[in-house]
Structures are given as C-alpha cells and as structure tokens.
C-alpha cells in the first residue's frame, strides 16, 4: 500500500509539475498574442489614416504631445509619411511605399497571430488532459 501511495504522489507531482510548466507557456502566449493585436490595431489606424490622407490635406489638426497638451496644426499637402520600421527607427516612405509597407505588416502579423492561437489552442488541449489525468488519478486513488 505504501508503494501505492508513493507511485500516486510522484504521478501527482508529475502532472502538478506539468500543469505549471503548460499554464505559464499559455500566458506566454497570451502575452504574445495581445502585444501582436496592439500592434496590428495601430496598423490598421494608420491604414485608415493613409486612405484619408486627402481630407487630412489643407485642415486643421491637433498633435497629441501627451500629458494632456496638443498643438493645433495646418497640414499642408502630403507627400511623405514617416513610417516606423523597428527597432526605434522610422523611415521617410511615400504614401504609397508607406501604405505597401503597412499591408505587407499587416498580413504578417495576421500570421504570426493565428500561429500563436493555434499554439495557444495546442497548449490549452494539454492542460485539459493534464487536468483529466489527474481527475482520473484522484478518483482511481480513493
């Protein structure tokens, strides 16, 4: 019986273990799910943005400087846009090579998100099991 016992705990701790190494890959993966849905939304922005670059041309706007304070500006025509390219740098690209590069963006981080979910749907099928086996584990042991 005392082997029994043991056999159940080191399955138990097993399993525990398990459930603690699939639980913190999954919030890994939200994680990385949420900062890649951040930075496809503000893509999207600036999509939409670049579609209505002409009613932009010849208004008033506000430049949001944070804190609270903005600057009211005329915006001329647009030629250019500074798109940012990564890694703290951004690049002068016309509205169309700006809005290329969006698209491009766009779509791949569309991937790089349904890899994820996939992954994260993979790592949620885990931890079920795991929780099933120790259901069953508990239920044999009593």
């Keep these: 019986m005392a082997g029994q016992d043991q056999n159940y705990e080191e399955a138990m701790a097993q399993l525990q273990y398990l459930n603690n190494v699939y639980t913190q890959r999954y919030e890994i993966i939200s994680n990385q799910v949420d900062t890649y849905s ?10 939409s943005i670049i579609e209505k670059i002409q009613s932009i041309e010849d208004s008033n706007v506000l430049i949001n400087c944070e804190g609270g304070t903005y600057i009211e500006a005329k915006v001329g025509k647009v030629h250019r846009v500074m798109t940012y390219v990564g890694a ?37 099928k885990e931890l079920l099991d795991i929780s099933y086996k120790a259901a069953e584990l508990r239920r044999v042991q009593q």
Aim: glycine share 4%.
């Design 88 to 124: 703290g740098y951004a690049v002068e690209k016309s509205i169309e090579d700006a809005r290329e590069f969006l698209d491009s963006n766009m779509k791949n981080g569309e991937m790089v998100i349904n890899k994820l979910l996939a992954e994260r749907q993979k790592v949620e």
């Design 38 to 47: 951040l930075a496809h939304d503000a893509i999207a922005r600036n999509l």
